[in-house]
């Protein structure tokens, strides 16, 4: 069984950074991509990032580029992003799906967490 656990969430002061983490078990092919997306009232499961297994490839919505960072650490079977200068745009709940590429749409992904908010507010 296959489970992906997310933490680092919570409340952040506007500008302010965290880290979230997603830390993978279980039978998975040798390879996997990680996405991270985020769900808010108003969308549905947006693409936030991806990032290969080797980690050489990294994707970004625009809404994020330059201020997410995504990583990972395949010895500890764990993603991270990053999240720096947020907005209170960026309040969503946050979750990381695996797949077999770094697609751009959550429904190709096999494998999702249960999702930590992240809440930006002065």
């Known amino acids: 069984q296959v489970q992906l656990v997310e933490s680092g969430g919570g409340l952040v002061q506007p500008g302010g950074s965290v880290r979230l983490s997603c830390v993978v078990s279980?039978?998975?092919?040798?390879?996997?991509?990680v996405g991270w997306f985020r769900r808010t009232p108003e969308k549905e499961r947006e693409f936030v990032s991806a990032i290969t297994w080797s980690g050489r490839g990294t994707y970004y919505a625009d809404s994020v580029k330059g201020r997410f960072t995504v990583s990972r650490d395949n010895a500890n079977n764990t993603a991270y992003l990053q999240m720096n200068s947020l907005k209170s745009e960026d309040t969503a709940v946050y979750y990381c799906a695996v797949g077999a590429g770094p697609y751009g749409s959550w429904s190709l992904y096999d494998y999702w967490g249960q999702g930590t908010q992240v809440t930006v507010s002065s």
């Open positions: 279980g039978r998975l092919r040798s390879s996997y991509c």
